[in-house]
C-alpha cells in the first residue's frame, strides 16, 4: 500500500446543543468510556495527522472550546454563531484556516465509534482516485431520518437527499450519508459558496456539494463502511447507551484477544485508555476506568470498581473500590476494600476486608487484614496491623502522618494518633491508644487496667437471670452444692495492681 495521505485540514462539526439528549452540558461533551462524543472523533482525526484540525462550536462554544482545545492542542475553533446548516458550519471553519491545497475531511462531532483506519481509508481512496468528494457510506438497518445516497444506473454517486426531502421512492434507499467526508479543498471552498437554502429546512447542506459537484462533471464517489456500526450517531441518551455498549463490546474483545479471561464481557465496562495484560482473568460486574493498568496474571472482581488504578502482576483485587491507586505484584486486596488516592501497596501487601486507606504505602508483605482505617502513613515490610485499627490522622485542622517500621506487630483496635512512630520490630497491645513514639523492639501498652467489681450483679442486679447465673457459678466454685454461700463483699481494688 501507498504512504497514508495525509489531510490538509479535519473538519468536526459541533456547533449543535443536542436538544434530544434533555441535558444542561452540550451533546458532544457526554461521555462513552472515559471519553466525551466529540473526543472519540478527535482521537480518531488526530491519527490522521492532518495538517490542520478545526473544530465549529457554537451552543455552549466556551465550554465546548475549553474541552476539545484541552484534549488535543493541535485544534483551532470556529465559531458558528447560527445554525444554519452543515455546509454553512464548514464554512465558518475554512474561514479560520489558510488557503488550503489536498483533501479536507469533514466530521460530525457525534459519532464515536468510527475509526483512524476507516477515515485513513476514506483518505487514500479519495486521493488515489484523485475525486473532488469521497463520501463515506453505509448501509444501516433503520436509515429514518438520515440522508440517502442517490447512484445512477451505472451505480454511480449523484447526489444526496436529505431524507426530509426525499420522494418515497428515494427513502427506500438503504445506503445512507455517514456525514463522513472528503473533499478536494478547492472544490469544497468552491462549491460551499454556490450552496442554496433551497431545503425543508432552508439550511444550507453541506450534503449538495457532492450534488453540484456532479453537475459540474467532477468525479464524485462513496466508500462503504466495512461496518455501519463506525457511521452511528447519537442524538439521545438511549441511542447513548445503545453506541456505549458497543464501544465496551470492542474494548473488552481486544482485551480478550489479546489474552485476558473475561468471565461475563456483558456485565464488565473498560475505558478507553485502560490496559490488561496476559492471563489476567476479570469476574463479573467490574468497572475499570481512566488509566487503570491491569498487570499480567492479575485477577479482578468480582464487584470491583478500578479507577487511575495500577495492578501489579499476580494480584488479587475482590470487591474493591479504588481510586488512583498502585496495588503491588502478588498483593492482595477485598473483599470489601476501599483504596483512595496515594494509598501504594508493595509486592504481597495485603488490604483486608473492611478496610480504607488513604495516602498510605504498605510495605512488601504487610498486612492490614480486618476493619481498619489507615490514612496518611507508611508501614513498612513484613509487618501486620491488627484487627479494628484506626489511624488517626485529623487533628480537626491539619491531617499528620504515622509511620510503622519492619516487622511490627500492632495489636488489635489499636489507635496510631498522629503524628507518631512505631520502631522496626516492635508490638503494641490490643486496645492501645499510641500517642507516643514507640521504640524499636519494644512492647507498648496504652490502655487502662481492668478492675473487677467482685459481686456486683448479685448485689446490685438482684433477681435478674444474670444474678442467678453468678449466683449457681459462685456455689459451684466454692463446692457449696444447693447451700446458700455468701456474696464477696464490694471492693474497689484494682485486681494486680500491686505488680
Ligand atoms: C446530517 C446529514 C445527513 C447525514 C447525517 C448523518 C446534512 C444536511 N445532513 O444530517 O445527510 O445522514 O448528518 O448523521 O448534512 N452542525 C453544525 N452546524 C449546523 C448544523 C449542524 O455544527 O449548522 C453539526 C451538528 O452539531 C452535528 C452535525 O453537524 O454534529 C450534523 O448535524 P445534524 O443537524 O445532526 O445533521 P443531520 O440532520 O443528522
Ligand atoms: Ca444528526
Given amino acids: 500500500m501507498t504512504s497514508p495521505a495525509r489531510p490538509a485540514a479535519v473538519v468536526v462539526l459541533a456547533a449543535g446543543e443536542g436538544t434530544r439528549m434533555k441535558s444542561d452540558t452540550p451533546k458532544v461533551l457526554h461521555e462513552l468510556c472515559g471519553r466525551s462524543l466529540v473526543g472519540h472523533v478527535l482521537a480518531a482525526a488526530g491519527r490522521l495527522e492532518p495538517a490542520h484540525l478545526a473544530v465549529v462550536v457554537g451552543f455552549q462554544r466556551e465550554r465546548v472550546t475549553a474541552h476539545v482545545t484541552g484534549l488535543d492542542g493541535r485544534v483551532v475553533t470556529a465559531v458558528q454563531d447560527q445554525q444554519l446548516g452543515t455546509g454553512h458550519a464548514v464554512r465558518c471553519a475554512l474561514a479560520e484556516l489558510p488557503d488550503l491545497d489536498g483533501p479536507i475531511v469533514v466530521l460530525n462531532g ?34 429514518t431520518g438520515l440522508g440517502r445516497i442517490v447512484r445512477d444506473a451505472e451505480g454511480r454517486v449523484r447526489r444526496i437527499v436529505e431524507h426530509r426531502d426525499a420522494t418515497a421512492e428515494e427513502r427506500t434507499i438503504a445506503e445512507i450519508n455517514s456525514g463522513m467526508f472528503a473533499f478536494d479543498a478547492k472544490h469544497l471552498r468552491a462549491m460551499l459558496d454556490r450552496l442554496t437554502t433551497d431545503n425543508d429546512q432552508g439550511q444550507e447542506y453541506l450534503t449538495d456539494v457532492l450534488g453540484l459537484l456532479v453537475e459540474d462533471g467532477h468525479p464524485v464517489a462513496a466508500m462503504v463502511a466495512p461496518d455501519y456500526r463506525e457511521t452511528l450517531g447519537c442524538n439521545d441518551r438511549v441511542e447513548f447507551a445503545g453506541l456505549r455498549a458497543l464501544l465496551r463490546d470492542r474494548l473488552v474483545t481486544a482485551a480478550m484477544r489479546a489474552g485476558a479471561t473475561v468471565i461475563d464481557p456483558a456485565s464488565v465496562w473498560f475505558d478507553v485508555d485502560v490496559v490488561v495484560g496476559r492471563d489476567v482473568t476479570i469476574h463479573p460486574n467490574v468497572q475499570l476506568r481512566g488509566a487503570t493498568v491491569i498487570e499480567d496474571r492479575a485477577e479482578i472482581g468480582p464487584d470491583t470498581t478500578l479507577i487511575d488504578t495500577t495492578v501489579g502482576a499476580g494480584a488479587t483485587v475482590v470487591r474493591a473500590h479504588a481510586t488512583q491507586a498502585e496495588i503491588g505484584p502478588e498483593a492482595s486486596v477485598g473483599p470489601y476494600a476501599y483504596l483512595r488516592p496515594g ?61 510503622i517500621g519492619d516487622h511490627c506487630r500492632t495489636g488489635s483496635d489499636n489507635m496510631f494518633v498522629a503524628p507518631v512512630s512505631v520502631g522496626d520490630g516492635a508490638y503494641t497491645a490490643a486496645g492501645s491508644v499510641i500517642t507516643e513514639d514507640v521504640p524499636p523492639g519494644a512492647m507498648a501498652v496504652a490502655r487502662a487496667r481492668q478492675r473487677n467489681v467482685e459481686g456486683w450483679v448479685e448485689r446490685r442486679r438482684p433477681g435478674t437471670a444474670a444474678a442467678d447465673a453468678a449466683a449457681a457459678a459462685r456455689r459451684v466454685a466454692s463446692g457449696e452444692g444447693t447451700v446458700e454461700g455468701s456474696i464477696p463483699p464490694a471492693t474497689t481494688d484494682i485486681p494486680g495492681s500491686g505488680q
Fill in 343 to 403: 494509598s501504594v501497596l508493595a509486592r504481597k501487601a495485603k488490604v483486608g476486608t473492611y478496610v480504607e486507606t488513604k495516602n498510605a504505602r504498605i510495605g512488601e508483605g504487610s498486612k492490614v487484614p480486618h476493619l481498619t482505617y489507615v490514612g496518611d502513613a507508611t508501614i513498612g515490610e513484613h509487618s501486620n496491623i491488627g484487627a479494628a485499627s484506626v489511624f488517626v490522622n485529623y487533628d480537626g485542622v491539619k491531617k499528620h502522618h504515622t509511620t
Fill in 110 to 143: 457525534d459519532t464515536p465509534l468510527l475509526t483512524a483506519e476507516t477515515l485513513q481509508a476514506l483518505v487514500n481512496g479519495h486521493v488515489e482516485a484523485g475525486n473532488a468528494a469521497t463520501v463515506l457510506t453505509a448501509s444501516v438497518p433503520d436509515p
